[in-house]
T-cell receptor, first 110, second 114 residues
Framework: DAKTTQPPSMDCAEGRAANLPCNHSTISGNEYVYWYRQIHSQGPQYIIHGLKNNETNEMASLIITEDRKSSTLILPHATLRDTAVYYCIVKANSGYALNFGKGTSLLVTP | GAGVSQTPSNKVTEKGKYVELRCDPISGHTALYWYRQSLGQGPEFLIYFQGTGAADDSGLPNDRFFAVRPEGSVSTLKIQRTERGDSAVYLC????????????FGQGTRLTVV
């Protein structure tokens, strides 16, 4: 699976949009981009995934560049409960193991 | 229950002892995974079950670690002759099937070897 690069930490004011970037320049054509988050002392939680089209669900939006070498997870109105470590993971459709890396620690401040 | 359940939530054991960690996946989920998370790190893959069989155990660190899933639902991770370096949070996850589906994680078992 392709490797991803994320900033180690980010801050965001409550109520503002949180934009979390991820680079995956070696992504292959059959690999999806997944996002999970992990709130302190809890197990990881699935957020969203996509192949090449932008995706949106009740939690977030995923914007993937046309060349698929990078993506951005958008939390449109961040709340204090969104403070967590966010992991960007690239995985083939036929794969099963998630390679978490170190993720981005997002701190949402009042 | 509705989610993945792991027991115990915390386990303290002495170096050299044997421990078992249990995972109850979501009913109907055929795929089950074990991960290990050390402090400040992301979870690391240990083993993947499809049904009753271990389809990939390449992440198990050594032969002191073993996992079973005899009836295709509950899984047990077994660690023999525990070492202080085994101290970590052990996470279990399940998914409807392997591949392009989301994995649901339990809260983990925090293992401390003293």
């Amino acid at each position: 699976d392709a490797k991803t690069t994320q900033p180690p930490s980010m801050d965001c004011a409550e109520g503002r949009a949180a934009n979390l970037p991820c680079n995956h320049s070696t992504i292959s054509g059959n690999e999806y981009v997944y996002w999970y988050r992990q709130i302190h002392s809890q197990g990881p939680q699935y957020i969203i995934h996509g192949l090449k089209n932008n995706e949106t669900n009740e939690m977030a939006s995923l914007i993937i560049t046309e060349d698929r070498k990078s993506s951005t997870l958008i939390l449109p109105h961040a709340t204090l409960r969104d403070t967590a470590v966010y992991y960007c993971i690239v995985k083939a459709n036929s794969g099963y193991a998630l390679n978490f890396g170190k993720g981005t620690s997002l701190l949402v401040t009042p | 229950g509705a989610g993945v359940s792991q027991t115990p939530s915390n386990k303290v054991t002495e170096k050299g002892k044997y421990v078992e960690l249990r995972c109850d996946p979501i009913s109907g989920h055929t795929a089950l995974y074990w991960y290990r998370q050390s402090l400040g790190q992301g979870p690391e893959f240990l083993i993947y079950f499809q049904g009753t069989g271990a389809a990939d155990d390449s992440g198990l660190p050594n032969d002191r670690f073993f996992a079973v899933r005899p009836e295709g639902s509950v899984s047990t991770l077994k660690i023999q002759r525990t070492e202080r370096g085994d101290s970590a949070v052990y996470l279990c996850a399940s998914s409807l099937r392997a591949g392009n589906t989301e994995a649901f994680f339990g809260q983990g078992t925090r293992l401390t070897v003293v």
